[in-house]
């Protein structure tokens, strides 16, 4: 067995403190990461444990906020793969303060670490994610998405023909999946209240010490924000289970 030359990261932070307001009336007695996917029984939460610890993941983070004591009780009584720890802010943070407050309970603060939105349901490789953020000595590496537009798309010719109708094509642009690596050192560099992709990711970008990690060809990822993506989540696990 080939030794890495570097330690994969072993402990993660879960940021699950949104309020949802979008997936209501789910979400009007449950935090977003506690909606099920129907058909599986399972919370978005619940998925994204399991997913952590198959790449190697042993310790987790939950930052918890809006109805934080349903997330808790739940994690109290699932049979988890990996230990799980909450924290609750007990005033709003931002996402950047939030992160910084959750990632202080991390167990080995000299190591690296991942992060998620606790909204994502994703598979792919995390440690390959992991070797590529080493590579390019990154203090921060994102997950890069490419979603699909929820809007068919028309193409014509230069002369306005019509040519085709595509029904939801991928975008052109990369979107931030919502998965992260990160340095040891990141935790310092978050703000205490704030929105680390307006202070903290745009610095490390001048300096070239932000990463973006483009998702594997075929990696199934989404970003769980409304109903209808509810629906389409169940829909394609029910097609990869034929």
Known sequence: ???????YPTQAVVLAGGQ??????????????????????????????TWLA?????????????????LQDWLSRARLPLRVTTVVETEPLGRGGGLKHAAASLPRPDEPWYATNGDIWTRFPLREMA????????????????????WGAVETDEFGHVLDFIESPPSPYLINAGV???????????????????TTFPRLARERRLAGYPLPHGAYWRAIDTAKDLTEAAEELRTQSR
């Open 1 to 7: 067995m080939t030794v890495p030359p570097f330690p």
């Open 20 to 49: 949802g307001s979008r997936l209501r009336p789910y979400t009007d007695d449950r935090p977003k990461p506690m909606v099920e996917i129907p058909g599986t029984g399972t919370p978005i939460i619940g998925h994204q444990l």
């Open 54 to 70: 198959a790449e190697g993941v042993t310790d987790a983070v939950v930052s918890c906020g809006h109805l934080a004591e349903v």
């Open 131 to 150: 070797a590529f953020h080493h590579e390019r000595g990154a203090e921060a590496t994102l997950a890069l998405a490419r979603p699909r537009i929820p």
């Open 180 to 198: 992260y690596v990160f340095s040891a050192a990141f935790r310092d560099l978050l703000p205490v209240r704030g929105d680390h992709e307006r």
